[in-house]
Structure formats: structure tokens, C-alpha cells
């Protein structure tokens, strides 16, 4: 079964404080991505990476960076959190290139900014 | 661009019924790929199904079945018998079939409440 698993399922953080969300996938993904949800908005894309050190931008890159320095890992990085990055985060990960086109979830993370 | 439209926001429905999920999608692509997930209370959205463009045969798993559409581009998902544990928030999405950047573009979901 393919594993991904992020570092934490709910995380409360002051405004203005650097805020790190980790990723870890074990089937060997090209693929990863960061999506965050919202009520009535549905998923929408931060930042993907197709390789180590690799990125792109998604839809909504603003106040987001990511790290991808191994090909398990992939962390999305809030520089200085603001209250209206509270939201759930998603990250995926996927191997089009083995014909894995379809992206496998983690369980989110709940992030609350005050 | 690719866009990918749930007009049902929310559906309520008894146990055993059947309902039906309705996805219409846009895309210039030739070849893509089609997914329904599902997304129970617990938050993890869960990989259902991936149908190729170029294959329009219906499928059936269990109680599930999907229909796809190119003529009216539409992906529709229904589920037989409806029970409890289908109440969750189903999303539709679209995707270019080539090797390499394969983001999916997700509908905005259809929140699905069975009642008992």
C-alpha cells in the first residue's frame, strides 16, 4: 500500500511564526504536492515537485515555499504564518512515469493561526 | 485551461437509495485521465477510481458504478443502496495523461449525507 504521512494532524501557531509541514511518501514518487482546502473552495495546488530540488509553483504559491531535498520528503514552509493561512493542508504524491497518474493523500494537517 | 464543475454542493439522501454524482469537466487535452475520491469525516481523501479518455466503457465495483461520457463530458459516479458509511464529500478530478508535471485540477465536491 502506498504510505504518505504528514508530521502532524493538527497544529495551532502564533501569526508571524515559521511554520514547517512535513511529508514523507515510501513508494518512491516522482511526484509530490502540496494542496491546501477550504470551505466551499475545494483543494487547491500550493507547490509541486517532480524531482529532488525540483519545484513549481501552483495556483496559490503567496506565502508558501517548499523544500524537497530528498525524493521521500517534501515540506511546505510558512515563512511568517498570518491568519489566513489557517486552513487544512494536503500533500500528495504520484509516479506518472510507472503509469501512477492518480495522486495518493495523506491525512492532512489542520493548521490553526491566531 | 481544465476546470472541472460538481454543480451538487450538498445531497441528502435515505439508506438504500440510490444517488447519483454528477461531474462535468473541460479540457483542449486529447488524452487525459479522470479520478473520483472520496473524503470521509476523518479528512483523508481516498483514491476510488482513474478512467482513461480514450476507454468509455462503464465500471462497476460493488455498489459503485461510473459512467463516462465524451460526447457531454461528463463522469458521473452513483451509488446503489446507499449506506451510512457513504456519507463523506466526493470529489471529481481531471488530469493530462503524459509522463512528468501531472497536477489535478479537483471539482469543489459534492458533500453526501446518508440518513438512516
Known amino acids: 500500500d502506498v504510505k504518505v504521512t504528514q508530521s502532524s494532524r493538527y497544529l495551532v501557531k502564533r501569526t508571524g511564526e515559521k511554520v514547517f509541514l512535513e511529508c514523507v511518501q515510501d513508494m518512491d514518487h516522482e511526484n509530490m504536492f502540496w494542496y491546501r482546502q477550504d470551505p466551499g473552495l475545494g483543494l487547491r495546488l500550493i507547490y509541486f515537485?517532480?524531482?529532488?530540488?525540483?519545484?513549481e509553483k501552483g495556483d496559490i504559491p503567496e506565502g508558501y515555499s517548499v523544500s524537497r531535498e530528498k525524493k521521500e520528503r517534501f515540506s511546505l514552509i510558512l515563512e511568517s504564518a498570518s491568519t489566513n493561512q489557517t486552513s487544512m493542508y494536503l500533500c500528495?504524491?504520484?509516479?506518472?512515469?510507472?503509469?501512477?497518474?492518480?495522486?495518493?493523500f495523506g491525512p492532512g494537517t489542520r493548521l490553526t493561526v491566531t | 485551461a481544465q476546470k472541472v464543475t460538481q454543480a451538487q454542493t450538498e445531497i441528502s439522501v435515505v439508506e438504500k437509495e440510490d444517488v447519483t454524482l454528477d461531474c462535468v469537466y473541460e479540457?483542449?487535452?486529447?488524452?487525459?485521465?479522470l479520478f473520483w475520491y472520496k473524503q470521509p469525516p476523518s479528512g483523508e481523501l481516498v483514491f476510488l477510481i482513474r478512467?482513461?479518455?480514450?476507454?468509455?466503457q462503464n465500471e462497476i465495483s460493488g455498489r459503485y458504478s461510473w459512467n463516462f461520457q465524451k460526447s457531454t463530458s461528463s463522469f458521473n459516479f452513483t451509488i446503489t443502496a446507499s449506506q451510512v458509511v457513504d456519507s463523506a464529500v466526493y470529489f471529481c478530478?481531471?488530469?493530462?495523461?503524459?509522463?512528468?508535471?501531472?497536477?489535478?485540477?479537483f471539482g469543489k465536491g459534492t458533500r453526501l449525507s446518508v440518513i438512516a
Open positions: 479540457t483542449r487535452d486529447t488524452t487525459y485521465y
Open positions: 515537485s517532480y524531482d529532488v530540488k525540483m519545484k
Open positions: 478512467r482513461n479518455s480514450f476507454d468509455e
Open positions: 500528495a504524491s504520484n509516479n506518472p512515469g510507472q503509469g501512477i497518474y492518480e495522486q495518493y
Open positions: 478530478a481531471l488530469s493530462e495523461a503524459r509522463p512528468g508535471n501531472t497536477p489535478l485540477v
